[in-house]
């Protein structure tokens, strides 16, 4: 069977959520093998391997994390090219899919991002896309080189399949064009402790309706009784309820979680276009005519105020009544 | 130094957008302007030359006949002139084309600095500046929030996964930026009159040496095999709060198997 190579991405040296679902995805296509840009030390094999990579090639080198993007796209083509790989599978966010872009030039291979579920199929790998802010769903299939799809975080659930990988170290010279651009300072932004917004299956967002910054923290703990991430709409992030890296929308994140909790916000397009593809929207809103109750699941018109802590008490009645919750403990 | 800033028109956010009978997207039957996301890029431009760079902005687009409507915007919020790279053997044209034709354009203007938005807003890849970096062989610096030029050096501001980053270059490179820079200025009627007057050329793909076989659907690397409208959401369930609303909420998630 022929190989399909993953991207994989590690955050604070665990991999994340999202390369075990391509890893998942892989093995509809071929035979899963994962690449590491960095240290490939025992957990983070083993946990690769726990969802199914039979390889793991490993790439070292300080300039990897020195330097921005460009040492992870010498790798990729360098892998690319030793293993010949039916595809290459890499999660559809900024730095996958520059490295992904930088790598399709290389190789001569188109490239597909923002794919929401891929099939094997005659001629390649199929793609599915949801595109023009969800009104239409496309599939595209890559014609040349070797298909490049990035895919987007809960296109899938990562499934454990145990494998014990081979590992292969890949020595690779990184060319002085690749450290063009240097990484001088890093401000780690602090833990909340609570998953990552790309990845999550649940997200709690707020928007002006919040009304406050203080307000906004009812946002927060709704999300920790739902064991989500925290998002937010522009206006929430202009108004410095929260930090940037919180936004959803057009030019902020998007996301496609199972469950999407929107508190106080309107609704405007460019919010929508950043989470329509969740799978059941609720909001809470006191205009009954926001936008967003034309894309919601369940919505509830109410004051955020007295709504939030309500439900936040309800969800911890169900909770201990009903044992163990839905949303958690599934990938690790 | 050379400033030349990528910019794409596209269609209106609100506008219904559909494919045409060859899956690309229709553009000839909806309004279109400037995406947003490459005002500030635009914008950027702007600042710069006003905080003393000395520097000739050149707005490049690719597109058709209507594509001139986002180079004159541009040219309303500043720069000196515009390049729209127009041909009819683009259309179809793949990400990988794109990236060809307008490296290929960018070289033939000269250029320091490459300024881009963090994506378009139609396609919504945010491949082509990384490709227009890799073709123009020099560093990319994306998603920046903040960028200042020193000499012949870029810094940008970046909000990567976790961490604010601080990124530095040397030019020439390609910098995408994100609506963390400054607001795109609204320009006034006597700019707007001003932009009208600026030059803007025409360029074919026979002027850039790309031989039409090289461009659009014919050469694109991936192919569209089908589309579908997909069914709108519908609005599900509104329940107006009259002091039971929490729970009937709790009530739909247990139902849902959310919670």
Redesign the interface.
Known sequence: MAEVLVLAEQ??GAVRKASLELLTLARRLGEPAALVCGPADDATVRVLGTYGATKVYAVEGAELDDY???PK?DALVAVVRQSAPAAVLVTS???G??I???A???L???????AVDVTPADGGP?ATQ????????????????TPIIAVRPNAVAAQPAPEQPAVVPVMVAFSD?AL??????????T?SGRP?L?DAR?VVAGGRGMGSAEAFQLVERLADA?GGAVGASRAATDLEWCG??YQIG??GQTVAP??YIANGISGA??HRAGM?GSR???A?NKD?KAPI???????????VH??LP??I???G???SG?GT???SGEAP | MKIVVLVKHVPE??AA???AED?T?DRANVEGRLS??DEYAVEQATVLAEKGLPATITYLTMGPAKAVDGLRKALAMGGDDAVHVQDSSLHGS???TT?LVLAKAIERIGFDLVLCG?AS??A?????P??V???L???????A?NLTVAGSAVTVLR????????????LP?VVSV???TSEARYPSFKAIMAGKRKPVATWSLADLGVAPGAAGAGA???????????P??Q???????KGE??????D???A????
């Open positions: 955050t604070d921005l993007v460009l796209v966010g900024p730095e899919k520059e992904a872009a930088r399709a030039v290389r001569d291979s188109g490239i597909i991002t923002d199929l949801s595109v023009f802010s969800g009104a239409f769903s496309a599939q595209s299939q890559v014609v040349r080189g064009a063009g651009a240097r990484i001088t300072r890093r401000t780690a932004r833990s990552d790309a649940v739902l940037r890296g057009q030019t199972t469950l397009i460019q329509q059941v929207i609720v809470v009954p109750f034309s894309v919601s699941d369940f919505g509830l018109v109410g004051d007295t709504v309500a439900l008490e309800e969800i009645k169900r909770k009903a919750p839905a949303g | 956010a609100t957008w559909g494919y899956f997207l947003e996301l793949d990400a990988l990236s963090m807003t139609d919504d890849m945010s491949v082509v990384a490709m970096a890799e073709r062989g020099v560093p990319q610096l994306t998603f929030a909000e990567a996964d976790g961490e604010t980053q601080t990124v530095v270059a040397t490179a994100t609506d963390q694109a690397a991936t192919a569209v095999r089908g589309a579908a409208r997909r709108a959401r609005a599900g369930t509104v329940v107006v709060d609303g929490a729970a009937a909420l709790a739909f998630l247990v849902q198997k959310l919670l």
